[in-house]
């Protein structure tokens, strides 16, 4: 391509004439396309000898070519080969650009030299030119960019750095201690001085490089240079100002330097004499150059936000340490009450904000990371540190020296006709800031109810709103506290209900967000329930008003409260939620549009405000859906909202809510009774084509609702079709590109578990089912084989697949295994496995499973089973491995239970248990960790138990050469044991082993005498204490649903979240098994008439369990 030509056609794009623009464009979009063009236009980007408007036009597309690429770990630039040499030699003339093409250059640079391959070595002497050459602006950016690449590179990785920083930082700190010997910093001078700092930011940021180890003094010079920059002082009142920024990232470095090397012990050996070196001479020089800079503030002068967060954060860091604290120590009363006590109070900006953009005022006050550089927050915070002396020589009086300040400040006000509005806000604020010392400290606790009443409440009536805001905040930090007097609590709560109708939008934002917190609290409920109309009203005004998700948390909270009181208003709540969310969600680009690359995929600060909005809206729903669970009728006239929602979240440009919607359609499906027909097209079939097309890491999350539908509604997963594909088909081909993508490993083990629900859920549909059980199968076992490497938590889903296999048809399974040759080394694996089995779940479908091959016995006879396999030992092995399971069973079973009582007597107190802390008041390291005493060692009986005979069929089992084909390491790949919902759960295993073994008495006489003799007494007295336990459970159940039946209200607590099969789902539900008298047994027939077993073997059943067991 001729350069000369490009330039001209660059230069047509700023034609006056539409049709001449239009030309140039469409050659340069042909253009596009020739080999050579990226060079070429970067070569134009850089040539000086071109316009500078071409060269700008020519960089702005440099930088659009480029990102139009996916920038990942696997990136390349479109740069060819051919081209590498023309851009090798550009790359250093970015130096010498203008500044604006320059700006626009640098950035695509460092894409260059983060992804590509292009040599990059040959900059660092462009550099140095360019720094002879005084073309120190743009060497300097260069630098910059180039010591980024290091920035956050590990040890080891980052050596090349070390050569940059041998060459360059020697010229640079000469350059640093010439521009800080200059009468006047002009701007660009600071600019300079902030790209400085900059670049020792980046080349350190992991480590301090060799060059400050071998040359102290060397290190010690850019700390002076760093030193003398702080104290300067500047006029500036701008914080965009270059001065100001300088002190930014001298702040940064500053307080990374000092967390890092303040304590030299915690330090690498080679490190110790440099933090020493730190500590000794800079860091008490640096606490009082930030000193000086907050001495600035309390004189009144202007001090931008950024340092002076930064230098109170140096402050807070630096009472970690004797020499730094002596230092604040001998200044604390100034410190606190005319430097930080300021900080904390409304200031004129505020006001200002507060006046011309409320909803600006708003979105900062929520903006997490605004907190960074702000210095109330800052103020707050070394407020909190100063009032919690943690070391030994803290003073011990700071924070009732500042309460005797506050409250001193609290008198004046009241007393004072002309009151400091601003000083109460201080107030206000430290108060609430305090509040974990406060509310939690025997010395102030009592005092908090009286402050309050005295000082906060009568402020919801004060003519500013600020302040109004200000006791609305300071209530809700103290929303805990053990209340003495309701009046005060009726008072709060009817003065927050009262001011969501105010006139001035923060004062309501801040009433709804407080809420929520009262909302929680059992003591409010009589007051809150007669209100719940007006303030449901109140909260969706404020929706449509501003997007803010605190505001739909305080309404998720009252549905979860208060959601049987709102049922009446439910479908109005679901509608309006739902329209909610489609006004505020923004739309990603669909990455399939000719134009997706012209939108930007960064939200700005209000799209994200209402993306944040948007997702509270979905979750507010969900907590709708698990509210009215008793009142089923609900959920399909629900549905005329949700499937529009549906539709419109299963796409693409809504993927950032793939999450809300699949746990949305996970409880929907789990609570309603049926799905309706418009269900599967509107949400399963859409989960497919997701995950086919943009989703394919979402299977975890696609667990629960795919597990929903099938077990709700069988019959039309698998007969029913979307677009003539079988539903059953689409979960296969989901199972089978996960296990056939080495890349999804860490999402294998879902496909085990959606096999273990199309099973077990789908028995009474063999015609359709069948022909996938071998296919399901072959999966399984070519994955075992291909990932060898798999853990013990992996292998077990597997077993509990062939475990389902039998329940579903034991024939169907022992005839797959036998014929792939794989029935041994299959079973060897399972037993292998059985010692590792702490979970109940598997225990019990292990038990169900080879139950299964018993049942199919006694069904069909011998005749069908291997004999090199299932003869009469092999039988009698399955049967002692049956029978310790079932009293491995009992035992769990018996502690869940005592367990969920537990959990229900604590529940019933979790309210008032919860006044008495908050999330920030709770130590993460107490939380309590669940121990399962199985494993190898818990699967033994004693020999008291009269357990060494199933030892020994245990042992014997594990020991028996079934051969070699699946060899698998025990890496500890536990799984959880967690609650759960399945068919297979809700069987009893205790049961259904004994109506086996009873009519295997009648049928296989020889073999029932050989496994029942080898029993000592004292587990038969086991067996029949786990048979006895059985039925009263089973009894309970029925009374239970009986008492349903007739509706009686039974005070159940339904937990929206109970994960099927014990996998960590959001949410899953299985159909309950059939009512009795009807038991469905172990064999593929379906369901044997229980009063006709009776009648069978009454002499077994009349004799009583104890004699049924002899």
Not at 100 to 110: D, G
Not at 285 to 311: D, H, I, N
Not at 808 to 821: C, D, G, K
Request: aromatic letters at 10%; hydrophobic letters at 40%.
């Amino acid at each position: 391509m001729d350069p000369q030509a490009l330039y001209r056609t660059l230069e047509g794009t700023f034609n006056i004439d539409n049709n001449v623009r239009q030309q140039a464009e469409a050659q340069l979009k042909q253009a596009e396309s020739h080999p050579g063009y990226l060079g070429i236009i970067f070569q134009a980007a850089c040539a000086d000898q071109v316009n500078a408007d071409i060269r700008l036009a020519a960089a702005l597309r440099f930088k659009n070519r480029l990102r139009n690429e996916d920038c990942d770990e696997d990136w390349k630039s479109p740069v060819q080969k051919d081209e590498e040499v023309v851009v090798r030699k550009a790359l250093g003339a970015v130096i010498m650009a203008p500044s604006k093409v320059r700006s626009v250059l640098l950035e695509e640079l460092r894409r260059i030299l983060t992804y590509d391959s292009l040599s990059w070595e040959g900059l660092v002497t462009e550099v140095m030119q360019g720094l002879n050459m005084h073309k120190i602006t743009g060497a300097l950016s260069v630098l910059r960019v180039l010591c980024k690449r290091f920035e956050y590179k590990p040890e080891g990785e980052d050596a090349p750095l070390d050569n940059v920083v041998n060459k360059c930082f020697p010229l640079l700190i000469q350059m640093f201690q010439y521009i800080n010997g200059l009468p006047n910093i002009a701007p660009e001078i600071a600019f300079m001085q902030k790209l400085l700092c900059k670049i020792y930011w980046s080349a350190t940021n992991m480590r301090i490089p060799p060059l400050f180890f071998s040359n102290a003094q060397h290190f010690a010079q850019w700390l002076d240079c760093f030193l003398q920059v702080l104290k300067q002082p500047v006029q500036e009142t701008d914080a965009l100002s270059p001065h100001w920024k300088v002190k930014k990232w001298i702040g940064h470095i500053l307080n990374r330097l000092l967390s890092k090397y303040g304590n030299p012990r915690g330090l690498k050996k080679h490190e110790q004499q440099l933090g020493q070196a730190f500590i000794d001479a800079y860091a008490m020089k640096f606490l009082e150059g930030w000193m000086t800079l907050c001495s600035w503030y309390r004189a009144k002068q202007y001090v931008s936000p950024q340092p002076l967060a930064l230098a109170l954060n140096y402050m807070d860091t630096a009472m970690d340490f004797k020499p730094t604290y002596e230092i604040v120590r001998g200044n604390l009363d100034v410190l606190m009450f005319e430097v930080l006590f300021p900080m904390l109070c409304f200031t004129e900006a505020d006001a200002e904000m507060w006046q011309d953009n409320p909803q600006e005022y708003i979105r900062k006050l929520y903006d997490p990371i605004g907190d960074l550089y702000n210095p109330r927050l800052s103020a707050s915070n070394l407020l909190l540190k100063l009032s919690y002396p943690t070391k030994i020589f803290h003073a011990k009086d700071c924070l009732n020296r500042f309460l005797v300040f506050i409250t001193n400040q609290l008198n004046k006000y009241q007393a004072d006709a002309q009151k400091d509005f601003q000083a109460k806000d201080g107030c206000l604020f430290a108060i609430g800031s305090l509040r974990r010392r406060l509310r939690l400290n025997d010395e102030y606790k009592d005092h908090m109810e009286p402050l309050i009443q005295a000082h906060v409440i009568p402020e919801f009536q004060n003519p500013n709103g600020f302040l109004r805001a200000k006791a609305c905040w300071v209530c809700s930090q103290y929303s805990k506290v053990d209340w003495k007097n309701p009046e005060t609590l009726l008072a709060i709560v009817k003065g927050l209900l009262a001011l969501m109708n105010d006139p001035e939008l923060p004062v309501r934002v801040q009433a709804g967000t407080s809420l929520k917190d009262f909302v929680k609290i059992r003591k409010t409920k009589e007051v809150v329930q007669p209100l719940l109309e007006q303030m449901v009203g109140s909260l969706f005004k404020l929706m449509n008003e501003i997007d803010n998700d605190s505001i739909i948390e305080t309404l998720e909270y009252i549905i979860e409260k208060f959601g049987e009181n709102l049922a009446n208003a439910a479908l109005s709540l679901c509608r309006m939620l739902c329209e909610h969310f489609v006004k505020t969600s923004p739309n990603l680009p669909d990455p399939s549009a000719e134009d997706a690359d012209d939108v930007p995929a960064n939200l700005g600060d209000e799209e994200e405000e209402s993306a944040l909005a948007a997702a509270a809206c979905l979750r507010a729903l969900c907590t709708l859906i698990a509210a009215v669970h008793e009142h089923e009728e609900l959920y399909p006239q629900m549905e005329q909202y949700f499937v529009p929602l549906f539709q419109l979240l299963m796409t693409q440009n809504k993927s950032e809510y793939l999450d809300e919607a699949l746990e949305l359609i996970s409880r929907l499906t789990y609570f309603s009774k049926k799905i309706s027909p418009q269900m599967w097209p509107v949400a399963f079939a859409t989960m497919d084509q997701a995950y086919r097309e943009w989703a394919p890491d979402y299977l975890p999350q696609m667990l629960a609702p795919l597990d929903n539908f099938i077990s709700r509604d069988p019959e039309t997963f698998c007969r029913g079709s979307h677009n003539g594909v079988r539903y059953i088909q689409m979960v296969y081909n989901m199972m089978e590109t996960c296990l056939s993508d080495e890349d999804m490993e860490n999402d294998f083990q879902v496909c085990p578990k959606l096999m273990d629900s199309i099973l077990q859920n789908t028995k009474d549909y063999p015609a359709e089912v069948n022909e996938y059980v071998p296919r399901m199968f072959d999966l399984i076992m070519r994955t075992m084989q291909q990932h060898s490497g798999m853990g013990a938590g992996f292998k077990i889903l597997c077993m509990n697949v062939i475990a389902c296999g039998l329940f579903y048809n034991a024939q169907l399974t022992i005839q797959y295994l036998a014929e792939r040759q794989i029935l041994a080394p299959v079973f060897k694996m399972w037993f292998d496995m059985i010692p590792n089995m702490t979970r109940y779940y598997d225990k019990k479908l292990a038990v169900i499973g080879l139950t299964a091959i018993l049942q199919a016995m006694n069904t069909h006879g011998t005749a069908w089973m291997p004999a090199t396999f299932f003869n009469a030992e092999q039988m009698k092995l399955i049967s002692g491995i049956i029978v310790k399971l079932v009293l491995e069973c009992h035992a769990d079973s018996k502690r869940m239970d005592e367990e969920d009582d537990d959990d229900d007597d604590e529940e019933e107190e979790s309210d008032d248990d919860d006044d008495d802390l908050d999330d920030d008041d709770l130590d993460d390291d107490d939380d309590d960790d669940f121990v399962d005493a199985g494993g190898k060692d818990g699967f033994k009986f004693s020999a008291e138990d009269g357990g060494e005979s199933l030892n020994k069929l245990i042992k014997e089992a594990r020991e028996v050469n079934f051969g070699d084909k699946f060899n698998f390491n025990d890496d500890d790949d536990d799984l959880d044991e967690e609650d759960y919902e399945c068919i297979i759960v809700e069987l009893e295993e205790s049961l259904i082993f004994r109506d086996v073994m009873a009519e295997m008495g009648s049928k296989h006489q020889e073999l029932w005498n050989t496994v029942m003799g080898s029993l000592t007494p004292d587990t038969k007295q086991k067996l029949e204490a786990a048979v006895k336990y059985a039925e009263e459970k089973k009894e309970q159940k029925e009374a239970e649903e009986k008492a349903k039946q007739n509706d009686v209200r039974m005070d159940v607590q339904v937990d929206a979240r109970v994960p099927a099969h014990g996998y960590p789902a959001p949410l899953v539900g299985f159909s309950p098994p059939p009512p009795p008298p009807q038991l469905r047994l172990l064999s593929f027939q379906g369901t044997v008439d229980i009063q006709h077993v009776k009648a069978s073997y009454s002499s077994v059943w009349d004799e009583g369990p104890v004699q049924w067991w002899a």
